[in-house]
């Protein structure tokens, strides 16, 4: 059984924001939560900026899990973090335990109402039926029950944002800090270039003409 992981290659992310916005399109996220968010760290510092999209990594021992008073988490069986929002009481323990900010309580009312807990689902749904109105309205749409991947990992333009079998994602991975480390940092710099854009090594991509004229 494929135990489902994200991994955001920092070397290839551009700060586009595309996986925030895909995240927020396919499950109709309410205003004011964000399940996933682009974190960019020594902001306009050349050479030494870095940008990674954050959201609920799914933990194998989820901390979310362990402080929460009332079960509401559970885990399936690829190993996808989810929650019930009928059980949920909005006591805010889960979001002082994630070391990551994934819970997100969109409540705004008096002192002490949180409102119901929200959070990246691996776009694995809930715990309603697969594919319900009532699924769909809670926890946005089950992706995964249709054979697909979560959607902003699809979106990312530059694929930095892996989703999938934390097994084979981590082969990827490891595959291209093997290929820096043989080719240099600037071979991190290959992914925005011609061979992402259209398959092929630049020198095989015929050059632009403007139809004779200098």
Known sequence: ???????????????????????KNEHEVPWGVNRRRVVTVNDGEIG????ISVACMHCSDAPCMAVCPVDCFFKTDEGVVLHNKDTCIGCGYC??????????????GTFGMRGKMDKCTFC???PEEHGSEAEFEKYGRNRLAEGK???????????????GDGD??????RNRVTHRQTNGKAAGGDVFGWGTAYGMPKKDVAPATNGGKS
């Open 1 to 23: 059984m494929a135990r489902m992981k994200f991994i955001c290659d920092s070397e290839r992310c551009i700060e586009c924001n595309g996986c925030v916005t895909a995240c």
């Open 48 to 51: 030494a900026e870095k940008s």
């Open 95 to 108: 979001s002082y335990a994630c070391p990551f900010g994934a819970p997100q309580f969109p409540g705004q």
């Open 124 to 126: 694995a749904g809930g």
């Open 149 to 163: 991947l979560p959607a902003c990992a699809e979106m990312c333009s530059t694929k930095a944002l892996m989703a």
């Open 168 to 173: 084979v994602i981590s082969d990827i991975f």
